[in-house]
């Protein structure tokens, strides 16, 4: 339902309370029946004050978790809780269900925004001299680990430079 406007959904609510059918109103706002219907009872529901809620609305941790419980453990309806928490679809409380069970009944809040592309490890770069005597056998062995891989890389360039030499015919 996205693609319709606050007016377009109210004007397809007040066509729909007229007596004009499902299908006619599908095939003149190019929508499912299906979401014709969400849309209609969400407003007889919550009334056209649900319409004003903004692009990307929050809903919190309790909330999913009330939700969802409603559906599984109290055998309610998606399409009828969805409408009680009036959220924008049923389809997104299907969705939390579906991830609630994947993740093993815990639910993961999503992170929001561009992840960081520093490394954690260089954001806090102790001194060798202020490590704990841990930090620095664990400092050392990556560092011997990184140049010991190091070293592979040269001895592979190396052999790869005198393979192209020996390949080469000599010029007279």
Known sequence: ?????RE???????KRKQGQTLPSLSAEYKINKKNIAYLIRLIDKHGFD?????KNKYYSLELKL???????????????????Y??????MLLNWINSYKENGY???EKTKGRPSTMNKKDQ?????????PEEKIKYL????????????????????????????????
């Open 1 to 5: 339902m996205a693609k319709l406007t």
């Open 8 to 14: 377009q959904k109210i004007e397809l609510y007040v």
């Open 50 to 54: 649900i319409l004003n809620s903004g």
């Open 66 to 84: 009330e939700a969802i419980n409603k559906v599984i453990l109290d055998g309610q309806s998606i399409i009828g809780t969805a409408i009680e």
């Open 86 to 91: 009036g959220l924008s679809s049923d389809g």
């Open 106 to 108: 815990v639910i993961v």
């Open 124 to 132: 806090f770069n102790k001194k060798y001299e202020d490590m704990t």
């Open 141 to 172: 062995e990556e560092k011997n680990q990184y140049l010991e891989a190091e070293v592979e890389y040269l001895k592979k360039l190396r052999a790869a430079v005198q393979a192209r030499k020996n390949r080469q015919p000599k010029k007279k």
